[in-house]
């Protein structure tokens, strides 16, 4: 059974563009490709055939991914997201206990993460030791450098 990803609409549209974009343009520079190296001669020691057809195998399974993501989403409705305790597209501002680091963070769905954006994804251990407490609790986190604890200083949208 397919896993259901919950998304922002934003980022289904994402998804969408990236996939047309694969359907449409790159798949069809790889048929290309494949064609012109085909038409070099022997296939059975042709390296630009064989790496052609390997770009391919990429390409389609990448395909398949974006394909199954977009059926397989189901896009949250923001204007009902609570702010009372944290859950996924919640901003969460916390405060590293030891070091007194002041970090943001908005919780989003694994395919729309990006650090550099401030967007953790809901699986990740910080993520994972946030969902479902509510602003002044001290959570402690294990991740890959140790425990640490986390204050949450403020949830919102």
């Known amino acids: 059974m397919a896993k259901i990803s919950y998304i922002t609409e934003e980022g289904l549209q994402k ?3 990236e996939l047309e974009q694969l359907i449409s343009v790159e798949r069809p520079a790889i048929s290309k490709m494949i064609a012109e190296a ?3 001669g022997d296939l ?8 052609a057809k390997e770009a ?3 390409l389609e399974a990448r ?14 409705d923001e204007s009902r ?13 916390i405060r590293n206990i ?10 989003v769905s694994e395919t729309e993460a990006n650090l550099k954006e401030g967007k953790i994804a809901v699986n990740t251990p910080i993520a994972k030791g946030l969902m479902g407490k509510v602003k002044g ?7 890959p450098a140790g425990k640490v604890s986390f204050e949450i200083l403020e949830i919102s949208r």
Do not use: F, P
Not at 63 to 76: A, P, T, Y
Not at 98 to 107: D, R, W
Not at 137 to 143: L, P
């Open 81 to 93: 997201i609570d702010t009372s305790s944290v859950q996924i597209l919640n901003k969460v501002k």
């Open 44 to 51: 059975s020691e042709n390296a630009e055939y064989d790496a």
């Open 56 to 58: 391919q195998g990429l």
């Open 15 to 17: 998804l969408k563009t």
């Open 137 to 143: 609790d001290v959570v402690e986190i294990n991740i």
């Open 38 to 40: 085909r038409d070099k």
């Open 98 to 107: 030891k070091t007194g680091a002041v970090m943001t963070y908005t919780l």
């Open 63 to 76: 395909i398949r991914r974006l394909e199954d993501l977009v059926v397989n989403s189901r896009i949250i």
